[in-house]
C-alpha cells in the first residue's frame, strides 16, 4: 500500500512539472560562463586594436597547415633560380600516367582534343573561342615540362589558369600524360616496343607500303592548322 501511495505521489509531482505553464523565473544555469562567455564575434567592434576590427589577418609569413609552398620546383615549376624544371619533379609510374589521363580528359579535352591536337568540341563548335595549341607542334614538344606545369596553375592568353582546380601533383600527372601523346603522335619506329614494332612490319610487309619515318600509334593524325 505504502509503495502505491509513494507511486501516486511521484506521478502527481511529475504530471504537476509537465502542465505547461510558463515561469517568470530565470532559467538555472549551472554554468553561467557557457551561455555568457566574454568573447568578440565576427566582425564586431574591438577596442583593443587600433583599426577596432575583432577579424585579424595572419601574422606574416602564416602557413596553412598541409599548404607549405617550400619545394619551388614542385610547387611552381621552377628552379630556385626562377628558371622552369626540364622534367617533371615526381616519380612517373603508370598509376602517374593514369591520373594524368584522367584528369587531362576532364579539364583539357574541351578544348585540346583527346589525342592534344587542338580540336576539342569547343573548338569545333563555332563558339567563337581562340583555336586551342596543339601539343604536336615543334614549339611545344621542345618546351620543360616546367613550361606546361606553369601553363596549367597559371594559365597562358585565352588560356584560363587551373590551379584552384587541379592540385599540384594532378597538374605534374597531366604533363607527364601530354608527353605519352606527343610521343604516341610522333613516335619513330626505333622507338617502339619489340611487339608493337614486329606487327607494325608484318603490316607494311603485307601493305607493302614503305614504313613511315614518324609512326602515330594511336588516335589521329594532329591537325597542322591548328595555332600555337
Same mark, same amino acid.
Request: aromatic share 8%; with cysteine; hydrophobic share 30%.
Given at each position: 500500500m505504502q509503495r502505491l501511495l509513494t507511486l501516486g505521489v511521484l506521478l502527481t509531482v511529475l504530471l504537476a512539472g509537465c502542465r505547461g505553464h510558463q515561469s517568470e523565473r530565470p532559467p538555472i544555469h549551472p554554468h553561467l560562463g557557457m551561455d555568457f562567455q566574454e568573447k568578440f564575434q565576427a566582425q564586431s567592434y574591438n577596442p583593443l586594436f587600433e583599426d577596432k576590427a575583432t577579424m585579424r589577418k595572419p601574422v606574416t609569413g602564416t602557413v596553412a597547415r598541409g599548404q607549405l609552398r617550400g619545394n619551388s620546383e614542385l610547387h611552381a615549376g621552377r628552379t630556385e633560380e626562377g628558371e622552369y624544371v626540364e622534367s617533371v619533379p615526381i616519380d612517373v609510374t603508370r598509376k602517374v600516367?593514369?591520373?594524368?589521363?584522367?584528369?587531362?580528359?576532364?579539364?583539357?579535352?574541351p578544348c585540346h582534343g583527346q589525342t592534344g591536337a587542338g580540336n576539342g568540341i569547343i573548338m569545333r563548335g563555332d563558339y567563337g573561342y581562340t583555336p586551342a595549341s596543339s601539343y604536336?607542334?615543334?614549339?611545344?614538344?621542345?618546351?620543360?615540362?616546367?613550361?606546361?606545369?606553369?601553363?596549367?596553375?597559371?594559365? #597562358? =592568353?585565352?588560356?584560363? /589558369?587551373?590551379?584552384?582546380? &587541379?592540385? #599540384? =601533383?594532378?597538374?605534374? /600527372?597531366?604533363?607527364?600524360? &601530354?608527353?605519352?601523346?606527343?610521343?604516341?603522335?610522333?613516335?619513330?619506329?626505333?622507338?617502339?616496343?619489340?611487339?608493337?614494332?614486329?606487327?607494325?612490319?608484318?603490316?607494311?610487309?603485307?601493305?607493302g607500303d614503305a614504313p613511315s619515318d614518324t609512326v602515330r600509334v594511336a588516335g589521329r593524325q594532329p591537325d597542322a592548322s591548328s595555332s600555337e
Open positions: 600516367l593514369e591520373r594524368g589521363k584522367d584528369r587531362y580528359e576532364i579539364y583539357c579535352t604536336h607542334v615543334d614549339r611545344l614538344r621542345q618546351v620543360s615540362d616546367g613550361y606546361l606545369y606553369d601553363v596549367i596553375a597559371n594559365g #597562358v =592568353r585565352n588560356m584560363p /589558369a587551373y590551379g584552384q582546380q &587541379i592540385p #599540384v =601533383r594532378d597538374r605534374w /600527372a597531366i604533363v607527364t600524360y &601530354i608527353r605519352a601523346l606527343q610521343r604516341s603522335q610522333n613516335a619513330r619506329p626505333e622507338e617502339l616496343p619489340e611487339d608493337l614494332a614486329s606487327r607494325l612490319e608484318r603490316k607494311v610487309g603485307t601493305d
